[in-house]
């Protein structure tokens, strides 16, 4: 071949392949853009449907379609620490009034969804330490709304405050959390044997005492599980602006035949007959209220002592506060016999929570 053939040849070649290269980092950095723009709109989907976007990317995405970002939670957490300092307000409360104002069965999916895409980032990593802080802040936020699940929206005044309108039994505890109180302990005598009791409220299990619930009332769409349902009906009298003295709260019965206060959403379900309604459960994971809120908030603790060396930050005394004054049950009382012992004693817990500590935090904060 001609050497000036082959001399052009070489050229035309060497620049092809730069020009490939270029338009390849080109194109990578114009979709990384894409996602971050993406990310910063709220475009939420497109962030999960890019082919460039790491974990990082994916799990705030999901941490966004649950309604937050990890940003806002931080600073409320430092809020709250800095406002219940000099307040007659309770950190529980500000979360439930402040925070966590709405909840439901996909936003505690999507919370899930990021603390897995977190997960993926490997251990020795640069990003390692941001995703498992971002983990412990997701699962910390996971923890005090799967609360929130189970204590309905009028939990909450339209200024922010909490609706004390209906406090039938005048212990100062909205009713419709106090009903929530009142379940949890109500599912721990039941699993002892006991006769529920609740201050100033009479307790009322379903018929038959395992229930099965449909979403819909010709009850042709079964939600899985077996549950029982329990009417709390308020002793004392209506007060202006209370309707009701009555709600219904459900329990869940696990593989073991333990009952716990089941995760609820706001929608309706039906049990045979059909005009009997109970809150409908959420399914999966986050079934069990009282399990799914102590594995949430050992979890958290654990990947933030992964993520921060140093001790007493804003944020690790945050989550340090939610395990320590909803959790009180020392592991080594119940886990002598292995079917008992929680998941958060297996993996290292010397306190777990227990349906007692959920109630008494529940009653002891939100007043």
Same mark, same amino acid.
């Given at each position: 071949?001609?050497?000036?053939l082959?001399?052009?040849?070489v ?5 092809l392949?730069?020009?490939?290269s ?6 990578t950095e114009a979709?990384?853009h894409?996602?971050?723009?993406? @990310?910063?709109s709220g475009?939420?989907?497109a962030?999960? %449907? ?6 990082m990317d994916?799990?705030?995405?999901y941490?966004?379609k649950?309604? *937050?970002s990890? #940003?806002?939670v ?6 709250a ?9 309770? /950190?529980? =409360? ?8 709405s ?5 505690l999916? =999507? @919370?899930?969804k990021?603390? /897995?895409? *977190? ?6 990593t640069?990003n *390692?330490?941001p995703?498992?802080? =971002?983990?412990?802040?997701?699962l ?7 609360i ?7 939990l909450?005044?339209p200024d922010?405050? @909490?609706?004390?309108?209906?406090d039938?039994?005048i ?9 929530t %109180?009142c379940?949890?302990l ?14 100033g ?17 010709a009850?042709?769409t079964?939600?899985?599980g #077996? *549950?029982?349902?329990l009417t709390?009906r308020?002793?004392g009298?209506l ?9 219904n709260?459900?329990?869940?019965k696990?593989?073991?035949?333990q009952?716990?206060?089941?995760t609820?959403? !706001?929608?309706l379900?039906y049990?045979?007959?059909?005009s009997?309604?109970w809150?409908c459960p959420?399914t999966?994971v986050?079934?069990?209220?009282? #399990?799914?809120?102590?594995n949430s908030i050992?979890?958290a603790?654990s !990947? @933030?002592?992964s ?9 690790q005394n945050?989550?340090n ?6 959790? !009180? ?6 886990c002598?016999?292995?079917?008992t012992c929680p998941l958060?004693c ?5 306190i777990?929570?227990?349906?007692? /500590?959920l109630?008494?935090?529940?009653t002891? =904060?939100?007043?």
């Open positions: 071949m001609n050497k000036s082959v001399g052009l040849a050229i035309l070649s060497v620049s392949i730069t020009i490939v270029c338009s390849d980092k080109n194109s979709c990384l894409e996602a971050s723009m993406n @990310l910063d475009n939420y989907d962030v999960l %449907a890019s082919t460039c976007a790491g974990a994916k799990g705030a995405a941490f966004g649950a309604g *937050y990890v #940003t806002s931080v600073n409320s957490f430092v809020d620490g800095a406002t219940g300092s000099g307040s007659t307000q309770s /950190d529980l =409360n500000i979360y439930m009034t402040a925070l966590v104002k909840v439901s069965g996909a936003s999916d =999507n @919370l899930d990021a603390r /897995d895409a *977190y997960a993926t980032v490997a251990l020795g640069d *390692y330490k995703a498992q802080f =971002n983990i412990s802040i997701v910390a936020l996971k923890t005090l709304s799967l929130r699940t189970v204590i309905p929206g009028d909450v005044n922010g405050t @909490l609706n004390k309108t209906c039938v039994n212990n100062g505890v909205p009713d419709s959390a106090d009903a %109180a379940a949890l109500a599912a721990s005598a039941i699993n002892t044997g006991a006769t529920p009791t609740c201050s409220a009479l307790v009322t299990r379903s018929t038959p005492t395992d229930i099965s619930i449909y979403t819909d009332a009850l042709t079964q939600v899985s #077996t *549950y029982s349902g709390i308020f002793t009298s007060t202006t602006g209370c309707t009701t003295t009555t709600y709260r459900l329990l869940y696990n593989a073991t035949g009952y716990f206060a089941a609820t959403t !706001s929608d379900c049990q045979q007959p059909s009997i309604q809150p959420v999966g986050n079934q069990d209220l009282v #399990t799914s809120i102590d050992n979890s603790i !990947s @933030l002592n993520a921060i060396t140093a001790t007493n930050t804003d944020v945050a989550i506060d939610i395990k320590s004054q909803a959790c !009180s049950s020392p592991c080594a009382a119940v002598g016999v292995p079917a958060s297996q993996a290292g817990a010397t777990y929570c227990s349906s007692e /500590d109630s008494n935090y529940i002891t =904060n939100l007043n």
